[in-house]
Each structure stands twice: as C-alpha cells, then as structure tokens.
T-cell receptor
Framework: KNQVEQSPQSLIILEGKNCTLQ??????????LRWYKQDTGRGPVSLTI?????NTKSNGRYTATLDADTKQSSLHITASQLSDSASYIC???????????????FGQGTTLQVKP | NAGVMQNPRHLVRRRGQEARLRCSPV?????VYWYRQLPEEGLKFMVY????????ESGMPKERFSAEFPKEGPSILRIQQVVRGDSAAYFC????????????FGSGTRLTVV
C-alpha cells in the first residue's frame, strides 16, 4: 500500500534555531517527492520537488534531502523565523502507467510552531 | 497571472442543502484536482478531471458528491444533501499536465454544515 509517514507530528522551536522534519514513504514506483508549506487557512505552497536522481535541493533557508534507497526524505529549516510557523507536508508521486491519474500521496504533515 | 482561484472562501450550509464549490485553474492548465482536508487531518484526494472528462474519481464518496470541469468555465464540486460530516476545507489544484511540475493549489473553500 502506498503510504507517506511524517515525523514528528508537531514541533515547537525558538526563533533562530534549526530543525529537521522527516518523511518516510513506501510509494512505488517512485516518481518524485515534494515538500509543501501550508499556512493556517491557506492552500499548500510548494517548497521543493525532487526526482529519483536528486539527493538534495535548497530553497532559501529550506533544504530537502532524499535517499531513494531507504525511501526517506528530510526537510531542514535553518535559522527559523516566526513566519515559518505552518504545517509542512511531504507528498510523493507514483509513476503512472498508461493511465497516469496524477494522484499524489500526502503525508499527514508536521505542524511547526516557532516561538520568539 | 492569477493562480488557482476558489470561491467562495467560506460557505455555510444547513443539513440537507446543496453546496457548490468553484475552482478556476491557472490559465493554461487543463488538469484539475480536488482534495478534502478534515480538521487536524491531511489532504485526501477526491477526484482528478481533465477538460470535460473525469480521469480518476477513486477518492469521491459514491453518493451525494459529483464534480465537473466543463469546456468553458470553472470546475465545480457539488455536494448534495450535505451532512455535518461534510464540514471540511476543500482544496483545488491545477497543473498543465497530469502529476507533473507546475502543480498549484488554491486557497480552499471552508465548508461548514450547521
């Protein structure tokens, strides 16, 4: 069964600190992995997208890593800011066959709270 | 160059009424996806449409829910005879091609059934 598991479920850190969010998946065949940021009451916004051959990708203070062998990904946030408070969602896309349905498998998300 | 536009942002319906949620994709995107997010839960896929066609509706409840994406106009998610359990945030996403890059979400419609 295709699944995406994220940990921790929630996290509280102080402003300026770094943190790392984890994502394990069992999706097969793998196509790509994405990290989204979802602010309260808003739609998810893409942070990074990585294919099988990419180990790491950065977007400002966000750095995502991917280990396709162990089927794990992490999202590292450097020098956190109050505006980083949000839900971070790991999403894995499976390769479609002739009937590519475009269905993505979503993790439950990690809720990050950055305190001053 | 607007992103995915969803309206209304908030919708209140009494039990038994119909709810109609609209989604205008990014200009040039012909693939639309609907997701439901219950409080404290992750996004759950409902349906994938490509202009005038339903490609995958495996996540749609069998009864009361329907979706369309006509040749002209926005995609519509329709919920008939709403019940309290339908209260959720409904998000629409669009892409220029299935499952590919450029996948963009709207800000969602928050449905409350009273």
């Amino acid at each position: 069964k295709n699944q995406v598991e994220q940990s921790p479920q929630s996290l509280i850190i102080l402003e300026g600190k770094n943190c790392t969010l984890q994502c394990n998946y069992t999706v097969s065949p793998f196509s790509n992995l994405r990290w989204y940021k979802q602010d309260t009451g808003r739609g998810p916004v893409s942070l990074t997208i990585m294919t099988f051959s990419e180990n790491t990708k950065s977007n400002g203070r966000y750095t995502a890593t991917l280990d396709a062998d162990t089927k794990q990904s992490s999202l590292h946030i450097t020098a956190s800011q109050l505006s980083d408070s949000a839900s971070y969602i790991c999403v894995v896309s499976a390769k479609g066959g002739s009937g590519n349905t475009g269905k993505l498998i979503f993790g439950q998300g990690t809720t990050l709270q950055v305190k001053p | 160059n607007a992103g995915v536009m969803q309206n209304p942002r908030h919708l209140v319906r009494r039990r038994g009424q119909e709810a109609r949620l609209r989604c205008s994709p990014v200009k040039g995107h012909s693939h639309v996806y609907w997701y439901r997010q219950l409080p404290e839960e992750g996004l759950k896929f409902m349906v994938y449409l490509q202009k005038e066609n339903i490609i995958d509706e495996s996540g749609m409840p069998k009864e009361r829910f329907s979706a369309e994406f006509p040749k002209e106009g926005p995609s519509i998610l329709r919920i008939q005879q709403v019940v309290r359990g339908d209260s959720a945030a409904y998000f629409c996403a669009s892409s220029p091609a299935g499952q590919g890059y450029g996948y963009t979400f709207g800000s969602g419609t928050r449905l409350t059934v009273v």
